[in-house]
């Protein structure tokens, strides 16, 4: 497994930016797929963004394409969201994670069960 660290969140007003940062440590980062999911209260965690093991292959949910921006440096072992002109309903807490896959092929990202690896969390608060 990879240990993960979420870092970056905070309070920000609707139309501000925010970057979220990933830091992994343990099995090879450089060889895995990973994703961003998000949880606001009495909601079930949701899919947000995906990247393949070298970052040259991406997926968004359609409530933050064109918004959102995953990225992935596997020489600090670091994966970024990058978030643009937030929206009061993007509130919730972020998740990182890792899969023991590389690629996207076939979809799977959108499941969390397919991720074996996870981070505690930062809370992301958009205020209108």
């Known amino acids: 497994q990879v240990q993960l660290v979420e870092s970056g969140g905070g309070l920000v007003q609707a139309g501000g930016s925010l970057t979220l940062s990933c830091a992994a440590s343990?099995?090879?980062?450089?060889?895995?797929?990973m994703g961003w999911f998000r949880q606001a209260p009495g909601k079930e965690r949701e899919f947000v963004a995906a990247?393949?093991?070298?970052?040259?292959?991406?997926a968004y949910a359609d409530s933050v394409k064109g918004r959102f921006t995953i990225s992935k440096d596997n020489a600090k072992n670091t994966m970024y969201l990058q978030m643009n002109n937030l929206k009061p309903e993007d509130t919730a807490v972020y998740y990182c994670?890792?899969?023991?896959?590389?690629?996207?092929?076939?979809?799977?990202?959108?499941?969390?069960?397919?991720?074996?690896?996870w981070g505690q969390g930062t809370q992301v608060t958009v205020s209108s």
């Open positions: 994670a890792a899969a023991p896959r590389a690629s996207l092929i076939d979809r799977w990202y959108y499941r969390s069960n397919n991720y074996d690896s």
């Open positions: 343990g099995r090879t980062f450089r060889s895995s797929a």
């Open positions: 990247i393949n093991w070298n970052g040259d292959s991406t």
